[in-house]
């Protein structure tokens, strides 16, 4: 079975662009969470979606958003690029919604470099 | 937020079993205790998770206080390949934050 997919594995923008990362569950989980990971602030949760709807949120400012299709690949967006925001955006997937006994399967990140 | 306490790096010899601690005195009775590793760049991988009683898997074992209130991660015999950031984090049945903290960083020595 294949793993979470994330594209693209590196990116390089300049402030005040947008960007979009995309992610591929694996087949059959219908939950996706994206995490950022910056090496002062650690993993941090930014939102969860499940079957199409967010469930769960982080505390990130509205500049991030993210959003999930009916074959429940997901896609976040952060716009208005700061240098920031430069880290590694991490993608799970669960079965279900993260909850409880269900565990989570990261894909390998895509890194934004903001310049 | 439930919040868990960890070690920021630990060292241990190669072969030799390694116990990792986790505190997490705020943990609610349907807590689950979760483990992840972080090897060098890669994505985290699932380690391990309990409720209540000790677990065992193929990768380690996980030890719960019979308070709740702390847990520890055995790997029996360390291997270089072991050496990550390993991140304890508790996940209830309700829609709250999701909180991984900065880890432990294991460092093996050969």
């Known amino acids: 079975k294949a793993g979470v997919t994330q594209t693209p594995r590196y990116l390089i923008k300049t402030r005040g662009q947008q960007v979009t990362l995309s992610c591929s569950p694996i087949?059959?989980?219908?939950?996706v969470s994206w995490y950022q990971q910056t090496p002062g602030q650690g993993l941090q949760f930014l939102f969860e979606?499940?079957?199409?709807?967010?469930?769960n949120k982080g505390n990130f400012p509205g500049r991030f958003s993210g959003r999930q299709f009916s074959n429940s690949r997901s896609e976040m967006n952060v716009s208005t690029l700061e240098l920031g925001d430069s880290a590694l955006y991490l993608c799970?997937?669960?079965?279900?919604?993260?909850?409880?006994?269900?565990?989570?399967?990261f894909g390998p990140g895509t890194r934004l470099l903001v310049l | 937020d439930a919040k868990t306490t960890q070690p920021n790096s630990m060292e241990s010899n190669e072969e030799e079993p390694v116990h990792l601690p986790c505190n997490h005195s705020t943990i609610s009775g349907t807590d689950y205790i979760h483990w992840y590793r972080q090897l060098p760049s890669q994505g985290p991988e699932y380690v391990i998770h309990?409720?209540?009683s000790n677990v065992n898997n193929r990768m380690a074992s996980l030890a719960i206080a019979e308070d709740r209130k702390s847990s520890t991660l055995i790997l029996h015999r360390a291997t270089l390949r072991d050496a990550a950031v390993y991140y304890c984090i508790l996940k209830g049945n309700r829609d709250d934050k999701i909180i991984f903290g900065k880890g432990t960083r294991l460092h093996i020595l050969p």
């Open positions: 799970a997937s669960s079965r279900l919604n993260y909850r409880g006994q269900e565990t989570q399967y």
């Open positions: 087949s059959g989980h219908r939950s």
């Open positions: 979606y499940f079957s199409e709807t967010q469930r």
């Open positions: 309990g409720l209540t």
